[in-house]
């Protein structure tokens, strides 16, 4: 059963800084490509930033230039690191894991992320 496990959410004032870190139960490299997503109350779940396999990276026009996406080969982990906080930004973070060989996709548990002065 493959667990991917968030961390790194917290409150945080509006131009401020946190880092997501979502370790994996297996090698990153068994996925097709690793994101971040997010949900904020009320709103629909939407796609933040994402790594293939070969480390090409996608991000939403929202966060562009603002959030960089990442990855530690050794450790199995990903990492979203956010810059310049709005609070537009608040919202439950989710890590997903998608493996095109078998079609599943994987999610964490997720993590908060508030943006508020």
């Known amino acids: 059963q493959v667990q991917l496990v968030e961390s790194g959410g917290g409150l945080v004032q509006p131009g401020g800084s946190l880092r997501l870190s979502c370790a994996t139960s297996?090698?990153?490299?068994?996925?097709?490509?690793m994101g971040w997503y997010r949900q904020a109350p009320g709103k629909q779940r939407e796609v933040v930033a994402t790594?293939?396999?070969?480390?090409?990276?996608y991000y939403a026009d929202s966060v562009k230039g603002r959030f960089t996406i990442s990855r530690d080969n050794a450790k199995n982990t990903v990492y979203l690191q956010m810059s310049s906080l709005k609070p537009e930004d608040t919202a439950v973070y989710y890590c997903?894991?998608?493996?095109?060989?078998?079609?599943?996709?994987?999610w964490g548990q997720g993590t908060q992320v508030t943006v508020s002065s």
């Open positions: 297996e090698s990153i490299f068994s996925f097709t490509n």
């Open positions: 790594v293939t396999r070969g480390a090409s990276t």
């Open positions: 997903r894991a998608y493996s095109l060989r078998n079609g599943t996709e994987y």
